[in-house]
């Protein structure tokens, strides 16, 4: 009886960038298989949430921030939703998964606990200085990780 190869775990790091869009679609036409368990994972860190927009977020506001919470849960469910609908539509089966706190952090976290075999990300290209001072969520990733990482860079 022939053995049966073991499904790989394919997390794809996604939110929404052109530059995480190129990234999954270079796994799909480059190193998707069959029988690959591929996951799309986005992260939700409300700490930043909090430092954008134009939302008061002082203390006797607790509405406001529970309204940004909540936009910044859906919009990350609205994006799963639609580039899993955009996966089948290229003959891909992906399993989503929302995830909080720092991207870098949680993503490495999963790819530990599903015993991925693979992380593929996008990068955003940023020079070594704003890299540097803003930190990147595709060298987190690189430094962290002990699951080997594609990153996939497009200028």
């Known amino acids: 009886m022939a053995d049966q190869e073991k499904a790989r775990v394919c997390l794809i790091a996604v939110d929404g960038s052109k530059h995480s869009n190129y990234a999954l679609d270079w796994y799909i036409k480059h190193v998707h298989k069959e029988n690959d368990r591929a996951i799309l994972i986005t992260c939700v860190d409300h700490s930043t949430a909090f430092a954008y927009g134009n939302v008061s977020m002082v203390p006797g506001n607790p509405d406001a921030i529970t309204m940004a ?3 910044e849960e859906h919009k990350a469910r609205d994006l799963l939703h639609k580039l899993e609908e955009e996966v089948v ?21 999963k790819a530990e606990e599903y015993e991925a075999d693979l992380i593929v990300t996008g990068c955003r290209g940023l020079g070594q200085i704003r890299r540097t001072m803003m930190g990147s969520v595709s ?3 690189i430094h962290h990780s002990h699951t080997p990482v594609l990153v996939c860079r497009h200028d």
């Open 69 to 71: 919470y909540k936009k």
């Open 89 to 109: 539509k290229q003959g891909v089966v992906a399993e989503t998964l929302k995830v909080g706190g720092d991207a870098g952090e949680a993503i490495v976290r």
């Open 139 to 141: 060298d987190y990733i």
